[in-house]
């Protein structure tokens, strides 16, 4: 697809209606990270400004490029040939990787952070982060959180870490189920984000930003349930009595107290 002009305005014709008003004008358009602006001139200056926040999403076919704001209405641009090059910079502006880990309690806490355990719990999500504040395009962020390899990385986690404390196979198992209880709301939140990618997956490219912005939020939840599911753990992989304290943990969590 055809870059932007190196200025950033695109020469468009615009079409459509607006405020009442039929359209059909040349036209410039400009997208910042906030804003997208399209000047035309019928008889004197005007702008129609659409917050980049309010974009559903913008559907290209053809010569034609439709911008789809939140309420139903839409305007359409044409005769230009870099429509391609202008759908791309909107889908990287609005589809901006949100920071992930700042909202959480036990993520950067000394104290909920013992060792490289706490990095080979995170790690999978981390990773996936990294992939998508990398990328430019839904796609590429959708796929980097796949909900089903969040869950493997989970259980052979757990798995592992019961193979290092424990030495017998029942103790082993029954650690990893205690491990795998403790983390319900993590395996809640990659329930969600399966659903969630799947919507989005699925989307029209008219409606493709709002579920986007659904989709980025059930990643979060994803981040906050893995955040709430560490610092339940932590108790349990620092209990040097193993199995044998796992009675007291469920009591004191039956009680509402940390396990």
Not at 119 to 140: K, M, N, P
Not at 223 to 241: I, N, Q, Y
Request: net charge neutral; charged share 25%; hydrophobic share 40%.
């Amino acid at each position: 697809m055809a870059a932007l002009p190196g200025d950033g305005m695109v020469p468009v014709r615009l079409r459509g209606a607006w405020d009442d008003r039929a359209l059909d004008y040349e036209a410039a358009v400009h997208v910042d990270a906030n804003m997208v602006r399209i000047a035309f001139d019928p008889g004197g200056p005007k702008v129609i400004e659409l917050p980049v926040a309010s974009l559903d999403g913008a559907v290209l076919r053809g010569d034609e490029l439709t911008l789809h704001p939140v309420g139903g209405k839409h305007v359409t641009l044409r005769d230009s040939p870099h429509l391609g090059g202008l759908r791309n910079r909107l889908e990287a502006v609005v589809c901006t990787f949100p920071a992930q880990t700042l909202s959480l309690r036990a993520f950067g806490s000394e104290r909920s952070a013992p060792g490289s355990d706490h990095d080979r719990w995170f790690d999978g999500l981390l990773s996936a982060r990294r992939l998508a504040e990398e990328s430019r395009t839904v796609e590429t962020q959708r796929r980097a959180f796949d909900a089903s390899r969040l869950a493997r990385h989970a259980a052979t986690t757990r798995e592992a870490w019961a193979g290092e404390r424990l030495g017998g196979d029942a103790d082993r198992r029954a650690l990893t189920a205690e491990l795998e209880e403790i983390g319900a709301p993590y395996q809640q939140a990659l329930v969600q984000l399966e659903a969630a990618a799947l919507a989005l997956r699925n989307a029209p490219d008219d409606n493709q930003f709002a579920e986007w912005r659904r989709w980025a939020g059930a990643v979060q939840q994803a981040f906050r349930g893995a955040d709430e599911t560490w610092a339940r753990m932590v108790p349990v992989l620092c209990d040097s009595r193993g199995v044998q304290g796992s009675m007291w943990r469920r009591l004191l969590r039956r009680g509402g107290g940390a396990p």
